[in-house]
């Protein structure tokens, strides 16, 4: 591992302006709805209406030159604010969690829960033909394809795509493999975007998004416009662009400095440094991100369910969100989506016992356990949890080294390698959680959990009409996760975003990964 590229003049979008970025950089019947036209108190908060026209300067981390358009392989924070911008699904989720539809008008299944009828609102996509049947079942085919790992992939496992079909130009027939009572989820799967039928090459990409594409720059930029003929309205911008700033200091400096107009992702120390200052707006998202260290279960020493159990004790969560969060969270318990329907909050809360610790990792043999923990600056909290946890672990005999790994590749870096990595997500439904990294088939598998027993569950759980019954068997995965899983969850953390006083519509409800996170289309400058 090691730190990304000294800043150069790879960056010209960032120094044009004055700074530099461092490295490259759920029911069950027929639902219709209206299409969302943004944040409801958008214009109360703003105290007047929104206003046409101007550049909205976006600042991100990236992923360096290997950067891209494709939306179904969107997987950074930065990757997916491009796309939405571009691209539509045909759901995606509310701040709530629950799926809203976009391009579908309408979904419906059938007594049996295995077929559903999906028609699509009137859309067009930028180059102006019509957004069409034809094109939901390319694009959900093409993320299917099995010798790709696009991230939608496992969330679109229960289609049977072949047996699906266009009944007309917007209807579609999805046929499932087996019994589905939360199909709404599949449809606002994280990367599940749809594109023109045929599409392969995305050097220019043509979507039914809000903005239209101008110019890419992997690890640099990007250049979007308004698109007037969006179905949800045009976006009052009229024009945005992406720049990538892989330091926290960079967006902090380039949003104080008036270089942009938005920056993503800042640190709690910043907010409270800022926050009610006057110079820029703090904007907190609460407790929206899961914050954990993973546990590669299928490698020593992690193979060993004893040794996992004993790093469950080793971690002191409210000094974990004292140190790495400055407090902005709350404290985890070894489970995502703490607060969303389905979280088993009635398992007891894991408490600090590194005498308990050092005993089970002494009955698996692991006694003076030396371990390298992966971390880099990529994520806020990261490094600093990562020297909180080495303490931690100190306290029961084990050694851990952590080592700093490069922003630009650190997440494909971890994927697969280490044994353990600091960790981040997102919002997402849990079943997207289970579906998206701890079956035996999904592509983001950061814990190498697999298991045939615990997919069946899955499936179970996805094929239970029933509400009640389907919480009892997605209880049954979480016990079974917080016993012996590989994801060590200490805490849930702010999100915290910062903009210009200028800037308006920003919705303060909607955890990062939904609807309204980085949705720029009802945003506008004063």
């Known amino acids: 591992m090691h730190d990304g590229p000294a800043p150069d003049s790879r960056f010209p979008g960032l120094r044009r302006r004055g700074f530099l970025a461092a490295g490259a950089a759920t029911g069950l019947g027929a639902l219709a709805l209206p299409g969302c036209t943004g944040p409801a108190a958008s214009d109360d908060a703003a105290g007047g209406r929104p206003r046409r026209g101007g550049t909205l300067r976006a600042a991100f981390a ?155 720059t992997p690890g640099r930029s990007a250049v979007f416009k308004r698109h007037e003929d969006y179905w949800d309205g045009p976006p009052h911008l009229e024009q945005l662009e992406f720049l990538v700033a892989n330091e926290e200091s960079a967006r902090l400096n380039a949003l104080l400095g008036g270089q942009v107009e938005y920056a993503h992702e800042l640190t709690p120390t910043t907010a409270r440094a800022h926050e009610g200052k006057g110079q820029i707006e703090i904007v907190r998202l609460r407790n929206s991100t899961m914050q954990s260290f993973a546990m590669k279960t299928d490698r020593p020493p992690f193979d060993d369910r004893r040794v996992r159990e004993a790093f469950f004790l080793l971690a002191d969560r409210q000094e974990l969100v004292a140190g790495a969060l400055s407090g902005a969270g709350e404290i985890g318990n070894d489970l995502f989506g703490k607060g969303y329907e389905y979280y088993a909050d009635g398992l007891p809360q894991r408490h600090p016992d590194p005498d308990r610790a050092r005993h089970l990792l002494k009955r698996a043999g692991a006694d003076g356990l030396h371990v390298t923990l ?88 996805q094929s239970t009409r029933n509400t009640e019954d389907r919480a009892a068997v997605y209880a049954r995965m979480q016990r079974r996760l917080h016993a012996e899983g590989g994801f060590l969850v200490w805490g849930f953390a702010d999100w915290i975003l910062g903009t210009a006083r200028t800037v308006q519509g920003v919705d303060r409800r909607a955890p990062a990964n939904t609807l309204d996170w980085a949705r720029f289309d009802t945003v506008w400058l004063t």
């Open 62 to 216: 990236g992923g360096g030159a290997d950067e891209t358009l494709d939306p179904h392989r969107a997987n950074l924070f930065a990757d997916v604010a491009r796309a939405k911008a571009l691209f539509d699904k045909l759901a995606d989720f509310g701040a709530d969690l629950s799926a809203r539809p976009r391009l579908a008008a309408s979904w419906e299944p059938n007594a049996g829960l295995d077929r559903w009828t999906v028609r699509l609102r009137k859309a067009a996509f930028h180059h102006g033909e019509p957004v069409t049947a034809r094109d939901v079942l390319y694009s959900y085919r093409r993320i299917a394809d099995p010798r790709q790992a696009f991230r939608a992939k496992a969330s679109l496992e229960p289609l049977d795509l072949s047996a699906s079909r266009a009944v007309d130009e917007r209807t579609v027939e999805f046929v499932l493999k087996r019994p589905t009572a939360e199909f709404p989820n599949l449809l606002a799967a994280f990367g599940a975007y749809v594109v023109p039928d045929g599409t392969k090459d995305f050097t220019a990409p043509v979507g039914s998004g809000p903005f239209r594409f101008v110019s890419f």
């Open 374 to 461: 992966d971390t880099s600056a990529v994520a806020a909290g990261f490094t600093e949890s990562a020297a909180v946890f080495r303490d931690q672990a100190a306290r029961a005999g084990v050694r851990v080294k952590v080592a700093m790994g490069s922003k630009d590749s650190y997440w494909q870096d971890t994927l697969d390698s280490g044994t353990l990595c600091c960790y981040r997500s997102g919002a997402m439904p849990l079943e997207s959680h289970f579906s998206q990294r701890l079956l035996s088939a999904s592509t983001t598998n950061a814990t190498q959990w697999r298991h045939k027993d615990f997919d069946a569950l899955y499936r179970q759980a």
